[in-house]
């Protein structure tokens, strides 16, 4: 291991790692404001590199992979979920009312990426009738309310539909490590039922 000196502060994230990060900010900028002319971006990208530089995190690692494919079968899946639940908290509100049920669930994830962890709690808040409350970093647990759980069986069910939507992520921009143990996790089962 080499100790001579880079030049670089210890600490310091290269560029070319914290530009995926700029951009999306630099975009969300622009959404924010509701203008993405030249000058409105470049500020946006300055406020950015400002906020990057005097804010120290740790670094968001990008997986080396990005399954268009999957990320459009992950979309319009995702579509399809928003209108039933859509449908489903309409139902409740008009139909059930006060008497409806809700729980908290803990859903330890199978990722220990926080890209991942961040994106599957985003999806998830964006599905009407389950909110992400709370996050544990250190075990990738996500604490979710969610709506209409009145047994232990909607209870498991919630947790699998969770799961199925981190599988689906990480099927789309999952590192190889991760998206391999899930193709192991699914085969076991399809293993048991052969004789």
């Not at 080396?64 to 449908?87: G, K, Q, T």
Request: no cysteine; aromatic share 10%.
């Amino acid at each position: 291991m080499s100790t001579e000196n880079t030049g670089k502060k210890p600490g310091r994230t290269p560029f070319r790692i914290e530009l995926p990060l700029l951009i999306g900010m630099t975009l969300f900028w622009g959404a924010l404001w509701q203008d993405f002319a030249p000058g409105n971006l470049v500020f946006g990208f300055l406020i950015s590199w400002a906020l990057v530089n005097l804010f120290r995190l740790p670094p968001v690692i990008l997986s080396p992979r990005f399954n268009i494919w999957r990320a459009f079968l992950f979309l319009l899946r995702f579509i399809v979920d928003v209108a039933a639940a859509s449908f489903s908290v309409l139902f409740l509100a008009v139909f059930r009312g006060p008497k409806t049920r809700s729980a908290i669930l803990a859903v330890p994830l199978r990722t220990e990426q926080d890209l991942m962890v961040t994106a599957v709690g985003h999806v998830l808040t964006l599905i009407p009738g389950s909110f992400v409350v709370e996050v544990d970093r250190r075990s990738s647990t996500l604490y979710l309310h969610f709506l209409n759980v009145n047994t232990p069986a909607e209870l498991e069910k919630a947790r699998a539909g969770i799961l199925d939507i981190e599988a689906r992520l990480i099927r789309v921009m999952g590192t190889p490590a991760e998206l391999a143990a899930l193709n192991a996790e699914t085969a076991k089962p399809e293993e048991g039922k052969n004789p």
